[in-house]
């Protein structure tokens, strides 16, 4: 039983660049979620998913940012235009459909804006 | 609004030593999730325990137990005879009882348990 998995694991791009990021949640489980985490600071919402549909976007989500679920699977999370204070720490999360269950992370993509 | 407080942010004990994780919540729901998750050095995040806001019984798995108090709006973790393993970030989070279950996190916990 395979976990969430993001890949890269580790980006640096310079200011102004755009990135795309990758999640692959476990097979099973149909909400898919997009946080951010910054140094110090808890993880932020930034995007849910029903299956392929986007429900919610977060305010943090501005019209740089993007994110996809093609055909309920993976997920890409993109970043165009890219600013130094882009740099933190993006997590993925999935879990199944119903009321009691906890998200289950991935091990995050780590960005660097020089 | 929802909201998680952890004052705590920085908490150092030595080995053995017991050690107790504060969590503070406000939510208008009457219907809600509160969740532990660890953060070890590596980053990613660890499931620990899931309450429900109708179970206030308290729960043991191990040396982690937690109490949960509607009353005071809490949801503490304790860990007993800490073990240098346990170093990490904890954070507590809490969910709204329907639509998306998106979390609001806490700033986090930073433990240190010294051999």
């Known amino acids: 039983d395979t976990g969430v998995s993001q890949d890269p694991r580790h980006k640096i791009t310079k200011r102004g660049q755009n990135v795309t990021f990758r999640c692959d949640p476990i097979?099973?489980?149909?909400?898919l979620y997009w946080y951010r985490q910054t140094l110090g600071q808890g993880p932020e919402f930034l995007t849910y998913?029903?299956?392929?549909?986007?429900?919610?976007k977060s305010r943090l989500l501005s019209d740089r940012f993007s994110a996809e679920r093609p055909k309920g699977s993976f997920s890409t999370l993109e970043i165009q235009r890219t600013e130094q204070g882009d740099s933190a720490m993006y997590l993925c999360?999935?879990?199944?459909?119903?009321?009691?269950?906890?998200?289950?992370f991935g091990p995050g993509t780590r960005l660097t804006v020089t | 609004a929802q909201k998680v407080t952890q004052a705590q942010t920085e908490i150092s004990v030595v080995e053995k030593e017991d050690v107790t994780l504060d969590c503070v919540y406000e939510?208008?729901?009457?219907?809600?999730?509160l969740f532990w998750y660890k953060q070890p050095p590596s980053g990613e995040l660890v499931f620990l325990i899931r309450r429900n806001s109708f179970d206030e019984q308290n729960e043991i798995s191990g040396r982690y137990s937690w109490n949960f108090q509607k009353s005071t709006s809490s949801f503490n973790f304790t860990i007993t005879a800490s073990q240098v393993v346990d170093s990490a970030v904890y954070f507590c989070a809490l969910s709204e009882g329907s639509g998306t279950y998106k979390y609001i996190f806490g700033t986090g916990t930073r433990l240190k348990v010294l051999a």
């Open positions: 939510t208008r729901d009457t219907t809600y999730y």
């Open positions: 097979s099973e489980h149909n909400r």
């Open positions: 999360a999935s879990r199944p459909t119903g009321s009691s269950y906890e998200q289950y």
């Open positions: 998913f029903q299956n392929e549909a986007q429900l919610e």
